[in-house]
Structures are given as C-alpha cells and as structure tokens.
C-alpha cells in the first residue's frame, strides 16, 4: 500500500541552525511529492514540490528538498531557521497516475529555541 | 484573487445529528477536494469532485457524502454524527486539468467538534 512515512514526530531547534526533516515513501513508481506547512489553526501552504529532473528542489521561504530515488526519500532542509518557522511540517505524494488523491505522512511538529 | 473559504469555521454538534460544510474554491478551479485531519488518523482524503462528479473517492462510510454545484463550490455532508468525526475538515482548490496533476490551494478548515 502507498504510504508516507515521517519518523520525527517533533524536532526542536535553534533559532539560526540548521533544519531537517525526514521524508520516506514507498509506492511502486516514482509519484509527485510535496511538501507542505501548517501553522496553528490555519489551513496547508504549500512549500515545494518535486515532479521530475533535478533532484534538489527550491521552494518558499528558503526551504529546499533533496529527492533520492534510492532510498525513497524526499528530506526537507532549510540552512538557517527563524522561529516564524515553528509549524507543522507534511510530507505528501501525490500517485502520478492521474487524479488528486493526496497521501500525507503524520506530519512533524518543528518548535524553534530562541 | 481570493482564495479558498469555507464555511463555517468552527462547528459544534452533538452525536446523532448531520452537518453541512462548505467550500468556495478559488475563481476559475473546478477540482475541489476535501480531506479531515484528525490528530490520531493524521490527514486523510475523503473526496474529489470536478465538473460536479465525483472523480475519486477515500476510504470513508457512507455517512461522509458530498456535491459540487455548476460554479464548483462544494459541499459535504456528515449524517449520523459520531464522536470520533470531531476534525479539522480542509477543502482544497485546483484547475483540475484532466490527466496532470495541479497544485492544489487548501483552505482554512472548518473545525468540527461533536459532543
């Protein structure tokens, strides 16, 4: 069965270090990938998404995400964190065989230190 | 170009009864998908419709139903209220071109609590 697998339920920080979350997925083919953020009470903004060609994609707000086929993953990385990014953070494919049926990983709560 | 609403924002109701949600999509789209979010089940999908027909469907009872209506807003339904369908209900826009994927915009959510 498709599946989305995110094994940090919460990660903390420090304002100023480094970030990475951790996506894994299983599906037979390669399927689109997304990621998506979630602050308090609001709905889901989308990130990056990942389609096909180069596998390091830039999105919004610095993050960046590295797809690797080989180990199913599709990590989240931001150099530099402010604590506006504490959030929540999903993981999501999409299968490429056409229609919208979303699939999210649990989600992983980022709480930055100051 | 205003995005995707919905209506209402928070909701109380009490077991047994049903409840209709609404969701205006975004000018011009006319996918609209919903998805609950719960904290135990996490985000999970429940419909897809486009020109008013459904087009894909999650693993949800017969309770959970939906429409579109011509100009693409959506409802869904939930007869029979049961505690456990207390979420946040997220209903989400796309152009919904047939045979590639769109991005999807997602709204603010209707918080359900059931009593």
């Known amino acids: 069965a498709q599946s989305v697998t995110q094994p940090d339920i919460h990660i903390t920080v420090s304002e100023g270090a480094s970030l990475e979350l951790r996506c894994n997925y299983s599906?037979?083919?390669?399927?689109?990938l997304f990621w998506y953020v979630q602050s308090p009470g609001q709905g889901l903004q989308l990130l990056l998404k990942y389609f096909s060609g180069d596998t390091l994609v830039q999105g919004i707000k610095g993050f960046e995400a590295e797809f690797k086929r080989s180990q199913s993953s599709f990590n989240l990385r931001k150099p530099s964190v402010h604590w506006s990014d504490a959030a929540e953070y999903f993981c999501a494919v999409v299968p490429n065989t056409g229609g919208f049926k979303t699939i999210f990983g649990a989600g992983t709560r980022l709480f930055v230190k100051a | 170009k205003a995005g995707v609403t919905q209506t209402p924002r928070y909701l109380i109701k009490t077991r047994g009864q049903q409840v209709t949600l609404s969701c205006s999509p975004i000018s011009g789209h006319r996918s609209v998908s919903w998805y609950q979010q719960t904290p135990g089940q996490g985000l999970q999908f429940l419909f897809e419709?486009?020109?008013?027909?459904?087009?894909n469907k999650g693993n949800f009872p017969g309770r959970f139903s939906g429409r579109q209506f011509s100009n693409s807003r959506s409802e869904m339904n939930v007869s029979t209220l049961e505690l456990g369908d207390s979420a946040l209900y997220l209903c989400?826009?796309?152009?919904?071109?047939?045979?590639?994927?769109?991005?999807?915009?997602f709204g603010p959510g209707t918080r359900l609590t059931v009593l």
């Open positions: 419709y486009f020109s008013e027909t459904q087009r």
């Open positions: 599906y037979g083919a390669t399927p689109y």
């Open positions: 989400a826009s796309s152009t919904g071109t047939s045979g590639n994927y769109n991005e999807q915009f």
